[in-house]
Nanobody, 118 residues
Framework: QVQLVESGGGLVQPGGSLTLSCVMTGNIFRTNIWGWYRQAPGKERELVADITRGGTSEYEESVKGRSLIWHDDANDTIYLQMNGLQPEDTAIYYC????????????WGQGTQVTVSS
């Protein structure tokens, strides 16, 4: 079991920035890739960014260049910094931890709401 607790969401004005945090507890060794997904109303959940234990990261095209994902080994926390936020970034953001090959090792947080609006 792996538990994920997200924080850092909220209301942000267009052009603003925020940093999301995901604290992992439990059997973290059962996972080797961590990331952030988001789901907007009427849309499917999509990958925003993820990072492997080896430090390889990838980003969704619309956030590439203005976002950064990293992992803090000291406190088992995954961070996502997003800059230049726009209304289309509005969604529920979910933290995920999984194993790249062991599909049963797949864990989700409850989500944190990000709303970008004036």
């Amino acid at each position: 079991q792996v538990q994920l607790v997200e924080s850092g969401g909220g209301l942000v004005q267009p052009g603003g920035s925020l940093t999301l945090s995901c604290v992992m507890t439990g059997n973290i060794f059962r996972t080797n890739i961590w990331g952030w997904y988001r789901q907007a109303p009427g849309k499917e959940r999509e990958l925003v960014a993820d990072i492997t234990r080896g430090g390889t990261s990838e980003y969704e095209e619309s956030v590439k260049g203005r976002s950064l994902i990293w992992h803090d080994d000291a406190n088992d926390t995954i961070y996502l910094q997003m800059n230049g936020l726009q209304p289309e970034d509005t969604a529920i953001y979910y933290c995920n931890a999984r194993h790249v090959t062991a599909s049963h090792e797949n864990y989700w947080g409850q989500g944190t709401q990000v709303t970008v609006s004036s």
